[in-house]
């Protein structure tokens, strides 16, 4: 079953979120390569919308063309492998140039319990200036609780884009 409500009603932790995703383009121009990415859809909205991470020229974390890279992050995803950071947090979003943290990333904290993934605590930040971390702007978003069955469902067709 899936539940429909907005991002203000969930702090109420007891309702599962959906999550499905869609692909989002990034023209190509001058000094910009061309991109297509996932966006994932939390309760029926767009998280990059959500997040605005457009407005600091990010893409999505699994992006077409990049097999071994959307490999790699659905093992990350799915908790097999570690998550990228040394804070244990996991880009969501990145810089469509070359997805380094160095850039500024949307990240997010991943863990699972009791057959739900869990998305929490969404932080703009990268790995040299402490001051231009954000998590204030993000204090209203989730967490997304996932039921395990959907969410591995999603994150496996995401990383086959």
């Not at 969404?122 to 971390?133: A, H, L, R, V």
Request: net charge negative; with cysteine.
């Amino acid at each position: 079953m899936r539940y429909s409500y907005s991002f203000s009603d969930m702090k109420n932790y007891n309702k599962p979120s959906s999550i499905s995703y869609q692909i989002i383009h990034r023209k190509g121009e001058q000094n910009q390569t061309e991109r297509f990415s996932v966006d994932f859809i939390i309760n029926n909205a767009s998280l990059i919308k959500s997040l605005k991470a457009q407005n600091k020229h990010l893409m999505g974390r699994f992006v077409m063309g990049f097999t071994a890279e959307n490999i790699k992050s659905k093992d990350i995803f799915l908790l097999k492998d570690e998550a990228d950071l040394d804070n244990g947090r996991t880009m969501l979003y990145i810089c469509p140039e070359c997805g380094d943290i160095g850039c500024g990333a949307i990240t997010v904290k991943i863990s699972k319990k009791e057959g739900f993934y869990i998305w929490e605590n969404f932080t703009y930040e990268n790995n040299y200036d402490d001051d231009m971390t954000d998590e204030e702007s993000y204090q209203y978003l989730g967490p997304f609780y996932f039921i395990e069955t959907e969410y591995v469902n999603a994150i496996t067709q995401a990383a086959g884009i």
